[in-house]
């Protein structure tokens, strides 16, 4: 058996979304110090979308479940890995593609789509020019009945007006997802050591009542399946 941590860490002066609404910066504070206490006590300040995370319906669909309310056996059991990493920056990650590469994924599956963005993390430029999910992407992985994604990006919708789908408005990819109950990790990492095609996956969001997402432990454990 192989434990392979999927998850970015979080850090003071770490890269934060520029995307509007969300809150810019990971603080950690001592509350209590070996000097004054003789313990080390910490406080930290974080938005619900920073590292390595993942989304609830409720992000995008009113009257959905929260973070809290996500049964954990849609986050852990057998996943399957698609390398995606040919979709260069700006690049469409699209339906013909994830059937080329997991015609046999079975529903109830988990789909990590690797694109190696992630080494853009400490580069200036991992906000800047992402690959995206297309739409009939979207409706592929809905069709296929897989109950969640994870990917190694900061996100799935496209970043630039092209994210704006006539008929669902902004953010389309995450509305067809989680508007079908298909969960969304994002920035994962170490995906390219990833070895087998179909692997056990565990995915554990803090448990944090009402939240729309939360930071998620993920790892991918080889040679259990
Ligand atoms: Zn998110």
Redesign the pocket.
């Known amino acids: 058996m192989k434990i392979i941590d999927l998850t970015t860490a979080l850090f003071v002066g770490m890269p934060i979304t520029p995307a509007p609404g969300h809150y810019k910066g990971f603080d950690l504070e001592r509350t209590a110090d070996f000097e004054n206490d003789g313990k080390v006590v910490s406080k930290y300040t974080v938005g619900?979308?920073t590292g390595t995370?993942?989304?609830s319906p409720t992000?995008f669909i009113p009257n959905s479940i929260t973070i809290d309310q996500v049964p954990l056996d849609s986050l852990i059991g057998p996943a399957v890995l698609v390398d995606m990493s040919h979709v260069g920056s700006g690049g469409e990650v699209t339906a013909k593609d994830l059937e080329q590469a997991a015609s046999d994924i079975k529903p109830g599956d988990i789909l990590v789509i690797r694109t190696d963005w992630s080494k853009h993390w400490d580069k200036g430029d991992y906000f800047k020019g992402r690959p995206c999910l297309s739409e009939d992407a979207a409706y592929w992985i809905v069709n296929h009945k897989i109950k969640a994604i994870g990917v190694d990006m900061?996100?799935v919708d496209p970043t630039s007006q092209y994210g704006v789908s006539p008929k669902l408005g902004g953010s389309p990819i995450?509305k067809i997802l989680l508007g079908n109950g298909i969960l969304?990790t994002?920035y994962l990492c170490n995906l390219d050591q990833i070895s087998e095609k179909r692997f056990f996956i565990v995915i554990m969001p803090v448990k944090i009542t009402g939240a729309?997402?939360a930071q998620s432990r993920v790892a991918a454990i080889e040679g259990l399946l």
């Open positions: 619900t979308h995370h993942t989304d992000h900061s996100g995450h969304i994002e729309e997402a």
